[in-house]
């Protein structure tokens, strides 16, 4: 994710996130975390974009976790 100015924001997926986007039968394991992270990478960084944007920052970065994706609606 990056600010309008081009400067990389730091940004972290929880892993039990990441595992509430995978649907898929079998677990994530199955997939791999990247491919479901690649999948939904839209989505993701939407959510983080909002957290940048109320200044929801955790040690300096922007952290989503399964509240996040609950409260968006993707999960």
Same mark, same amino acid.
């Given at each position: ?18 595992g509430m ?7 994530? @394991? #199955?997939? !791999? %975390?990247?491919?479901v992270f690649? *999948? ?5 960084? @939407? #959510?983080? !974009? %909002?957290?940048?944007?109320?200044? *929801? ?6 952290? #989503? ?11």
């Amino acid at each position: 994710m990056m600010t309008p100015d081009g400067t990389s924001v730091p940004c972290n997926l929880t892993r039990d996130a990441l595992g509430m986007l995978f649907k898929g039968p079998g677990g994530i @394991a #199955v997939v !791999g %975390q990247l491919a479901v992270f690649d *999948q939904y990478r839209d989505k993701i960084e @939407a #959510v983080a !974009g %909002q957290k940048w944007d109320c200044s *929801q920052l955790e040690g300096g970065k922007v952290i #989503v976790t399964p509240d996040d994706l609950v409260k968006a609606a993707l999960a």
